[in-house]
């Protein structure tokens, strides 16, 4: 049970894909204009990473170590066609809206980098576990971001959530700030902006916690930096 | 890397603080010919910028645990307010200045690690967030009514104008008999049908518009003058600047003079003597060799032109310097100056191969 807890904890957490290892970022910083643009893609990209974590690892044994990667790349693009023509079928408008960046959910380096670094070697249930993690991380940060975005940028909040959920939320939007706009966080300016401050918040919400910890038990261990991600994995 | 290529017996002042309060007095015929002539909506600018800049200042230092006082002391977020200001449309409302000294001293100076370590020009940062996120609030210019006319906002107007929330009060009626195109935008927006010697001669603008900016730029010049005597800026940016423009509106209005501004109308409108003596030298993110300022300064020059024939925006000054800022570094590398002692120039992209090193 301690290895699920793990991989929930890294998904989610500490090797968040969005906030720690920076992948999947031209998704996100593109469709994060709103919840509901937020909420559709994320959810897109969870089924996709489910869908691929789960059947690489069980090929895992029968594909070459030389052609691994085109054939990591083919089972995604197969799961990322099902996505499309599912939102296609269920959710034409915002199908519409997201447009070019639901195929582009192929090449979403969080899909391949958990395809590769993490299913191809580990068993079905972990493997399945770590992607349906990994999407909720990707999808969780999405929406924050889509909600930050939307409520400082439009002054509004879960609009149009009737595109992905149907004439039940035909009005669940608020009108949080009337008569406001702040056109710089609608722009795709605005999102490096608003990632750079949630990865800053991730980082000070670590560092309170480790300081915490320090105080509490004298010998901490030595830190494992990786390269290239934006928070320490302990 | 603003001191590095400066002379060790330089005469000019040193200290930060002394350097800024010099600038500072340099701005003032500037601002005070922008007041004559578009009221006093350009000194609640002024005044609400530098004091949100240095209130900022001061929460971000706190915020970072630094020392407060002798921080402040150095003036330079004071200036960034008071350039802030002096570009914004008179009269602009106290959120949206806060915004944009928000966006220049939190994000581009102090997240970036302070006075000196900032890639990018503070002041513009805010105007090109200001002008981005808010466009109708940003292009409605006041009409140069003159600071004692009864045309001009009465204090209690311009009261009710600075306090009201976000862009809203710029929308309102009354506005139009209060604001005013300026002449490039007046200009950029000119029927394609008609010459530019009709469309002149049809008074698009207020009465005396194209006077008040002719005016207020020769004040910044004057202004930018005491900077060049006192040594606080070099030459080099200003005149490659106003050059580079002064070629490219010079080319395209020999080729077509019906349709395109002479140099003269491009030096003199806008924010062109501005931008060349107060925005574009500033130390930290322009280039730091003699050479490596012509080019930067030259940079500027053109794309201000570019943007002004060809872009959406009828002035550029904020982009260009901008846009130049990200080439600082590469400028700074390929235009290294020979250190004394050495045969050639330390410069460009040196390849090292292993065995070299083995062997020395």
């Known amino acids: 049970m301690s290895q699920f807890n793990e991989l929930a904890r890294n998904g989610l957490w500490s090797n968040n894909p969005a906030l720690v290892q920076l992948l999947g970022l031209c998704p996100l910083l593109a469709v994060s204009g709103s919840v509901v643009n937020a909420l559709g893609l994320g959810l897109a990209t969870l089924l996709v990473l489910v869908g691929s974590n789960v059947s690489v690892s069980l090929i895992r044994h029968h594909v070459p170590e030389t052609v691994r990667l085109p054939a990591f790349v083919m089972i995604i693009a197969a799961f990322v066609t099902c996505a499309d023509l599912l939102m296609q079928a269920y959710t034409y408008q915002l199908h519409q809206i997201l447009g070019i960046f639901i195929p582009l959910i192929v090449t979403n380096c969080a899909i391949l980098g958990r395809a590769d670094g993490f299913a191809a070697k580990n068993p079905l249930l972990p493997a399945a576990t770590d992607g349906l993690m990994m999407g909720l991380g990707f999808a969780a940060v999405l929406v924050v971001l889509g909600a930050v975005r939307e409520l400082f940028g439009q002054g509004t909040l879960f609009t149009q959530m009737d595109l992905l959920f149907g004439p039940i939320a035909a009005n669940w939007g608020i009108t949080v700030f009337p008569h406001y706009d702040f056109l710089f966080l609608v722009l795709p300016p605005g999102a490096f902006f608003a990632t750079g401050l949630l990865i800053a918040l991730k980082n000070l919400i670590d560092d309170r916690k480790a300081r915490l910890r320090a105080t509490q038990q004298p010998n901490s261990p030595t830190e494992n930096r990786r390269v290239r991600v934006t928070g320490t994995i302990r | ?360």
């Open chain 2, 1 to 360: 890397m603003s001191l590095m290529h400066q002379s060790q017996v330089s005469r000019q002042p040193t200290d930060t603080g002394r350097v800024m309060a010099w600038l500072l007095l340099s701005t003032l015929p500037g601002i005070a010919t922008l007041t004559w002539h578009f009221g006093l909506g350009v000194l609640s600018n002024v005044l609400l910028a530098g004091a949100f800049g240095i209130g900022l200042e001061a929460l971000v230092l706190r915020l970072r645990r630094r020392t407060v006082r002798p921080v402040l002391a150095d003036n330079s977020a004071l200036v960034t307010g008071v350039l802030l200001g002096a570009s914004l449309p008179p009269g602009t409302s106290l959120w949206l200045i806060l915004v944009g000294m928000v966006a220049a001293i939190v994000v581009a100076k102090q997240l970036y690690g302070g006075l000196g370590q900032n890639p990018f020009n503070p002041a513009m940062v805010g105007y090109a967030l200001l002008l981005i996120s808010f466009p109708a609030a940003m292009t409605q210019w006041a009409a140069p009514h003159g600071l004692l006319s009864a045309d001009g906002l009465s204090l209690g107007e311009l009261l009710a104008r600075v306090t009201g929330m976000s862009s809203g009060m710029n929308t309102g009626p009354g506005v139009d008999a209060w604001s005013g195109a300026t002449p490039l935008d007046a200009f950029k927006h000119k029927p394609d049908a008609l010459l530019a010697s009709e469309f002149w001669a049809s008074n698009p603008l207020p009465d005396g518009t194209q006077a008040a900016w002719r005016n207020v730029a020769l004040a910044w010049l004057a202004g930018g003058a005491l900077l060049l005597y006192k040594r606080l800026i070099g030459w080099q940016i200003p005149l490659s600047m106003l050059t580079a423009m002064g070629v490219l509106a010079g080319f395209s209005y020999a080729v077509d003079p019906s349709h395109h501004g002479s140099p003269a109308f491009h030096w003199l409108s806008g924010a062109a003597v501005f931008g060349a003596f107060f925005i574009a030298t500033d130390p930290v993110s322009a280039a730091t060799s003699r050479k490596g300022k012509l080019y930067y300064g030259a940079g500027i020059g053109v794309l201000v032109m570019l943007i002004r024939e060809a872009g959406a925006y009828p002035d550029a000054v904020a982009f260009a310097v901008l846009l130049m800022n990200f080439t600082v570094p590469f400028i700074d590398y390929y235009t290294q100056p020979r250190t004394q002692g050495h045969a050639r120039p330390n410069r460009g992209i040196k390849v090292t191969r292993l065995d070299d090193e083995e062997a020395s």
